[in-house]
């Protein structure tokens, strides 16, 4: 990696024009500080930085009632870790077993993984059976995390799928839906009543969320400022002081009919714990917020814990997609496996254009599998048959280090 590092405070004129600021055509600041990153947004501006993004949580900055805008600070995009992370939940929690959920293209095309869990129908089965019943004529599977497997196994027709393996399938919202069906997942996106814990930024916002579509919402929080504070915050949420591995608290939250339990405290350890007491009392559903980068690759593995959202990849991810390179719209990281899921175009007489995909398995990587393509207007689920055209825009899972072939594959190139 060609990095240059320098320490020293962030929004400083001085340490800027050191790394270069004058030559820069685009900063990205996103410290712990608000002020800090709308600063250096701001001094960038001055020195004529084409793109500018800052990471700002306090939404009070640019509220109506503050009549700023990003614009004053000389900022065009914004990236407010909270709110991205409230977004993730709601996606997780409406989405019935699903570990991850990614969006693309406004939610047309979606990437879920889920855990083959025992009594699922196709236990035993390989994808080239499930192909031939008609399960995969609009859906694709990308990867199959197992345990005990040393890396994540990019599917062919002849693997089988196990119970306990993590799948990563890519399809139209409404085509993962009937696969969930199929498999025995009941499919039910309305939540009645949600458990949060932890009366942070997200706690507080994904609670005013939910209560605004109708649920029910308990939070609890052990700290008594912070409880108040959020009690005058929100305006149908129920918040409850006290420890949140009492079990007479959770009951009294009711925590045996709850949807979804949430922790966001900030405290990983305490969050992990907090799902794991919840499904142990009841909890359809237990989602943790994860702090630390540390704790991802082992989230597949704790027991109890339905899925996770992580700040730091959350608030990368998103940057990925505001900072497009080359013909890549959008990159998204995943949580539980070192993968990526890429957006890109496929460029003018690019390699892997006007050939029948089967054609191309020995060029294009192993570690890598296109799983949908948007040509128009038109969702298409790739096959072997399948031609790419040029300018359509192709949804590819890849591990990282075949992003580089990928991206070759797919470059526009003279005549």
């Known amino acids: 990696m060609d990095l240059q590092t320098l320490c020293g405070p962030g929004a400083s004129p001085v340490l800027l024009q050191d790394a270069g600021i004058s030559d820069a055509e685009l900063i990205i ?6 002020e800090i990153n709308m600063l250096a947004c701001q001094i960038g501006d001055r020195y004529g930085v084409e793109t500018k993004i800052a990471r700002v949580s306090n939404p009070d900055y640019f509220s109506e009632e503050s009549g700023l805008t990003p614009q004053d600070f000389g900022i065009d995009l914004l990236v407010n ?6 977004e993730e939940f709601i996606r997780l929690l409406k989405t019935p077993e699903a570990r991850e959920v990614v969006d693309f293209e406004e939610g047309r095309i979606q990437l879920a993984a889920f855990r083959i ?9 390989s994808l080239s059976e499930l192909d031939k019943n008609g399960v995969l004529s609009n859906i694709r599977f990308a990867a199959i995390n197992r345990r005990g497997e040393k890396n994540v196994i990019i599917p062919r027709g002849s693997d089988v799928l196990k119970q ?4 990563f399938v890519i399809g139209s919202a409404l085509a993962i839906e009937q696969l969930f069906r199929l498999f025995g997942i009941i499919f039910d996106t309305y939540l009645d009543r949600v458990i949060i814990v932890g009366a942070s930024a997200i706690g507080i916002e994904l609670a005013r969320t939910l209560e605004d579509n109708g649920t029910d919402v308990k939070l609890i929080e052990s700290d008594e400022e912070l409880a108040e504070l959020a009690s005058t915050c929100l305006k149908r949420t129920t918040v409850l002081e ?17 949807n979804g339990f949430v922790s966001v405290t900030g405290d990983d350890e305490n969050d992990i714990m907090a799902c794991m007491t919840a499904k142990e009392h009841g909890a359809q559903r237990a989602l943790a917020l994860i702090q630390q980068p540390r704790y991802l690759p082992l989230l597949a593995r704790i027991p109890r814990l339905d899925g996770a959202v992580s700040r730091h990849l959350t608030v990368v991810s998103n940057l990925l997609r505001l900072i497009r390179r080359g013909n890549i719209v959008s990159v998204a990281s ?7 899921v890429i957006e890109i175009v496929t460029g003018v007489n690019a390699k892997i254009a006007h050939k029948e995909l089967g054609s191309l398995r020995s060029k294009f990587p192993d570690n890598a599998f296109i799983g949908a393509i948007l040509r128009r207007e038109n969702l298409i689920i790739p096959h072997g048959e399948t031609v790419i055209q040029p ?3 192709v949804i590819v899972f890849s591990m990282p280090e075949a992003i580089p072939v990928v991206e ?7 005549a």
Do not use: W, Y
């Open 29 to 34: 600041a996103v410290t712990n500080s608000d």
């Open 81 to 86: 870790p909270e709110h991205l992370c409230v």
């Open 117 to 125: 869990k025992q009594g699922n129908p196709f236990i035993g089965k």
């Open 164 to 167: 306990g393996d993590d799948v």
């Open 242 to 258: 006290g420890d949140f591995l009492q079990f007479q608290l959770l009951e009294e939250a009711g925590i045996e009919d709850v």
């Open 334 to 340: 995943l949580h539980e496996i070192d993968a990526e």
């Open 391 to 393: 300018a359509d825009r």
């Open 408 to 414: 070759d594959m797919f470059a526009a190139r003279r």
